[in-house]
């Protein structure tokens, strides 16, 4: 098949592309590369089924020339918890708002990356696809990441009806892996890498105590590959995470990486920021994803546990750092 990925360079449309690639399909990237880096494409950039497009997805002629049957729709801004809202509201929805209307003049599907953060605060685990979705005050900006992609996800479903645009949602729980971006853009499993091989202390926001189910990026791509290959992800929406007994504190976290890093007997470091240095700020207590509905579809296991997971980033990460 033919497809446009945004968002190619970054963490997950790398190491999705990658393996589109190698199951023969024809691949058109584009990114700004704003958080994203030719380093993560440079393995198949020279691919003969591999196009690079640099350029900004907010513009709409950027698009203009391209075609394909399915649009996968990663590029993104995030949690703005050291930025301004004003440009995840805005990039989100420019970006978003053009690629709908690329995917309903050229026919094609819409595959849209959305995210657990869209439960917010609903305090009943595991969230299931038709789980509440509950947020806090307008005035914490960091729900402003959380209501782009509701927001996107209505937007999507309304132009369904309206115009008949094929699409598949995932929302996705906490993906990590090679690639992944080094600052905090990355998540805490980048941070928290860096700090235990450099024997520093591991920064850990509030009293790390909120929870959350990560996944292994192979695990994402597995069931974003099932989204394009298979008609029956048309119209639908899916938690895209691991199994909901993988869940474990951020404190956890920190305590299984710096052991996997520096071997049982080395005393683990920390330090915690708290809530109030991001403003006002409001964190999720528990993140856990009921994932049936994947597994119902398309027979999705998870195949890497956390530990294993980990072990893997943690090899990319020593051997990109030199350490
Ligand atoms: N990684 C996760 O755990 C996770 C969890 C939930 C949801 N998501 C969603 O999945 C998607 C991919 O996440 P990721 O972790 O790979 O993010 P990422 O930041 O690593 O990748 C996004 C890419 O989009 C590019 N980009 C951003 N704005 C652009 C623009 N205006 N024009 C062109 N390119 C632009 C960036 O340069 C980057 O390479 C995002 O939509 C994110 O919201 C990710």
């Known amino acids: 098949m033919k497809i446009i990925i945004t968002g190619v360079a970054g963490f997950i449309g790398s190491n999705l592309a990658k393996t589109l690639l190698d199951r023969g399909h024809e691949i058109i990237g584009i990114d700004n590369l704003s958080y994203g880096l030719e380093r993560n494409i440079q393995d198949f950039r020279d691919h003969p089924k591999f196009k690079f497009v640099f350029g900004d997805i907010a513009n709409p002629l950027i698009l203009k020339d391209f075609h394909s049957e399915i649009i996968i729709h990663l590029a993104s801004q995030k949690i703005p918890r050291y930025t301004n809202a004003l440009r995840t509201l805005d990039e989100n929805y420019l970006m978003l708002r053009n690629i709908i209307q690329k995917c309903i003049l050229d026919r094609s599907k819409i595959i849209f990356a959305s995210t657990s953060d869209v439960y917010g605060k609903n305090e009943k685990v595991p969230f299931h696809e038709e789980s509440d979705l509950v947020l806090g005050s307008t005035t914490i900006k960091r729900w402003a990441y959380a209501s782009s992609k509701i927001y996107g996800e209505q937007y999507i479903i309304a132009n369904s009806e309206e115009y008949g645009l094929k699409y ?3 929302r996705f729980f906490g993906s990590y892996g090679p690639n992944h971006n080094l600052t905090w853009w990355g998540g805490p499993q980048s941070g928290f890498i860096t700090k235990a091989l450099e024997n520093e202390e591991i920064e850990i926001h509030g009293d790390g105590s909120q929870t959350r189910t990560f996944t292994y990026v192979d695990d994402t791509v597995d069931a974003l590959v099932k989204f394009v ?18 869940e474990i504190s951020i404190l956890g976290l920190g305590k299984l990486i710096w052991k996997l890093v520096n071997g049982e007997n080395s005393e683990p470091k ?38 294993e997971g980990l072990k893997k980033t943690i090899e990319w990460q020593r051997k990109l750092l030199g350490k």
């Open 168 to 170: 598949t949602i995932g």
């Open 229 to 246: 290959e298979n008609n029956s992800s048309d119209n639908e929406i899916f938690n895209t995470g691991s199994n909901p007994d993988e």
């Open 270 to 307: 920390f330090k915690y920021i708290p809530y109030s240095s991001f403003g006002k700020y409001e964190d999720v207590m528990r993140r856990v994803p009921d994932i049936s509905k994947l597994k119902q579809f398309f027979n999705f296991d998870p195949q890497y546990s956390l530990e």
